[in-house]
């Protein structure tokens, strides 16, 4: 077996003490070694608090700086996670990538796809192994309706989460202290977490992307929240409505809201093929299709056309993408990994077309121009607060 490989993670907060915790069961199986912490906030830096997320990890022994750049310069690292608010990165992919060090980015990368391309470009100058933060893609129903739809043609995809503004969780960022919302939760501002579809959106959108491939263009409207019902820095719409066109030619619809006083969330995910339709339920994945000899002389009973597809999710899907990072880097093969940043940059562009589509009152936004073209240049910049 190869030596350990030596990992960092920048941002020990909700998703990166996710991260660390898988890392040091890699650790325990003699994949990784972890040697250095880098968080803008000493306070998530103490041994107490990490051992708290991560119980038996020998946080004294490993660096641990608030100087994340020393941290990317100190030729410590093999590979690094970087798990911060997307708003608030400040060249840290770049200078890693540079360094020579292969990257876990969180998605959704960068707010900003002047940024995200300047991350994708000097990855790819690099010659790195690179992924980003769609561990929904090793979730084995997700994995059971890639395998049951790659020899169909779907047509439609639709996703629906109603989620109450009041589920979003408190944040490990002092956002306070760095002109964020009072209370820690960045992702019901708009400024620091794009809003909900690029924040949230992202996942199924990319869960359709690795379903039947890339997103072509993008139509969205959103129906937004009046400075007097905004508390807290919560200035998120109140619901978003997004289509999404897909080279295959399907469409993904996809309707999300963020209401308050609900306290109840509503979800619902299909996958419509031309002879048939998937659901997704937590406990169990379902195709209704008949298969009998056709045209039928009865109509079918409601039974003879359920197939369940796979029950609920058996994978540690934080811990596969871990797993799968680390042995792509060890074995220098991009291939091992689901998702590469160069692959994950339609994902990014496909959420944030909904947001540069309903700005322009719901006018279809084609990803190729939305790239490239002098007229979109101004929603391309990032915009520094
Ligand atoms: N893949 C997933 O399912 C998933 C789930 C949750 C969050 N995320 C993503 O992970 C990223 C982090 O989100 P989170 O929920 O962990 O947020 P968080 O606020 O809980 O944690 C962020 C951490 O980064 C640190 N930090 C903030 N600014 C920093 C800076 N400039 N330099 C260094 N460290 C800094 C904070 O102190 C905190 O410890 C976001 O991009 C988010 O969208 C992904």
């Given at each position: 077996m190869s030596s350990p490989l030596r990992i960092g993670v920048i941002g020990l907060g909700q998703r990166g003490l996710q991260h660390l915790a898988a890392?040091?069961?890699l650790q325990q199986e003699g994949a990784v070694e972890i040697v250095a912490l880098g968080d803008a906030f000493p306070a998530n830096l103490t041994?107490?608090?990490l051992n708290q997320y991560v119980p038996g990890l020998p946080a004294e022994s490993i660096e641990r700086t608030t100087n994340t750049q020393s941290l990317i310069n100190a030729d410590l690292l093999d590979a690094l996670y970087i798990a911060i608010p997307p708003n608030v990165h400040k060249g840290e992919v770049v200078a890693a990538a540079q360094a020579g060090i292969h990257l876990f980015v969180e998605k959704p990368m960068s707010l900003f796809l002047d940024e995200a391309l300047e991350m994708e470009n000097a990855i790819r100058d690099a010659g790195i192994i690179s992924t980003v933060g769609f561990q929904q893609r090793y979730d084995s129903q997700h994995e059971a309706l890639h395998d049951f739809v790659a020899d169909k043609q779907v047509v439609m995809a639709c996703y629906t989460l109603h989620a109450p503004i009041?589920?979003?969780?408190?944040k490990h960022t002092?956002?306070?202290?760095?002109?964020g919302p009072g209370n820690r939760v960045w992702t019901a501002n708009r400024a620091w977490s794009g809003g909900t579809v690029v924040e949230a959106g992202?996942?199924?959108l990319d869960l359709w992307r690795y379903w039947f491939g890339d997103v072509e263009w993008v139509q969205a409207q959103y129906i937004q929240r009046p400075p007097a019902e905004i508390f807290d820095g919560a200035d998120n719409p109140y619901a978003y409505s997004a289509n999404f066109g897909f080279a295959n030619g399907a469409v993904g619809v996809m309707t999300l809201?963020?209401?308050?006083?609900?306290?109840?969330?509503?979800?619902?995910?299909?996958?419509?093929?031309?002879?048939g339709r998937v659901a997704l339920e937590r406990e169990a994945l379902t195709a209704y299709h008949y298969d009998g000899d056709y045209p039928p002389a009865q109509r079918p009973e409601a039974e003879a056309v359920r197939h369940p597809l796979h029950g609920p999710n058996t994978n540690n899907t934080t811990y596969e993408i871990a797993a799968a990072f680390v042995r792509a880097v060890q074995e220098n093969r991009q291939e091992l990994v689901r998702s590469s940043f160069t692959d994950a940059m339609n994902s990014l562009a496909a959420v944030i077309a909904a947001n540069v589509s309903d700005e322009l009152g719901g006018a279809r936004v084609e990803i190729a121009e939305l790239m490239i073209s002098e007229k979109y240049a101004p929603q391309r910049k990032k915009i520094v607060g």
């Amino acid at each position: 077996m190869s030596s350990p490989l030596r990992i960092g993670v920048i941002g020990l907060g909700q998703r990166g003490l996710q991260h660390l915790a898988a890392l040091w069961q890699l650790q325990q199986e003699g994949a990784v070694e972890i040697v250095a912490l880098g968080d803008a906030f000493p306070a998530n830096l103490t041994p107490e608090k990490l051992n708290q997320y991560v119980p038996g990890l020998p946080a004294e022994s490993i660096e641990r700086t608030t100087n994340t750049q020393s941290l990317i310069n100190a030729d410590l690292l093999d590979a690094l996670y970087i798990a911060i608010p997307p708003n608030v990165h400040k060249g840290e992919v770049v200078a890693a990538a540079q360094a020579g060090i292969h990257l876990f980015v969180e998605k959704p990368m960068s707010l900003f796809l002047d940024e995200a391309l300047e991350m994708e470009n000097a990855i790819r100058d690099a010659g790195i192994i690179s992924t980003v933060g769609f561990q929904q893609r090793y979730d084995s129903q997700h994995e059971a309706l890639h395998d049951f739809v790659a020899d169909k043609q779907v047509v439609m995809a639709c996703y629906t989460l109603h989620a109450p503004i009041e589920a979003h969780s408190v944040k490990h960022t002092f956002t306070e202290t760095v002109g964020g919302p009072g209370n820690r939760v960045w992702t019901a501002n708009r400024a620091w977490s794009g809003g909900t579809v690029v924040e949230a959106g992202i996942h199924p959108l990319d869960l359709w992307r690795y379903w039947f491939g890339d997103v072509e263009w993008v139509q969205a409207q959103y129906i937004q929240r009046p400075p007097a019902e905004i508390f807290d820095g919560a200035d998120n719409p109140y619901a978003y409505s997004a289509n999404f066109g897909f080279a295959n030619g399907a469409v993904g619809v996809m309707t999300l809201s963020r209401l308050r006083r609900v306290f109840a969330s509503h979800g619902d995910h299909q996958v419509l093929w031309n002879e048939g339709r998937v659901a997704l339920e937590r406990e169990a994945l379902t195709a209704y299709h008949y298969d009998g000899d056709y045209p039928p002389a009865q109509r079918p009973e409601a039974e003879a056309v359920r197939h369940p597809l796979h029950g609920p999710n058996t994978n540690n899907t934080t811990y596969e993408i871990a797993a799968a990072f680390v042995r792509a880097v060890q074995e220098n093969r991009q291939e091992l990994v689901r998702s590469s940043f160069t692959d994950a940059m339609n994902s990014l562009a496909a959420v944030i077309a909904a947001n540069v589509s309903d700005e322009l009152g719901g006018a279809r936004v084609e990803i190729a121009e939305l790239m490239i073209s002098e007229k979109y240049a101004p929603q391309r910049k990032k915009i520094v607060g």
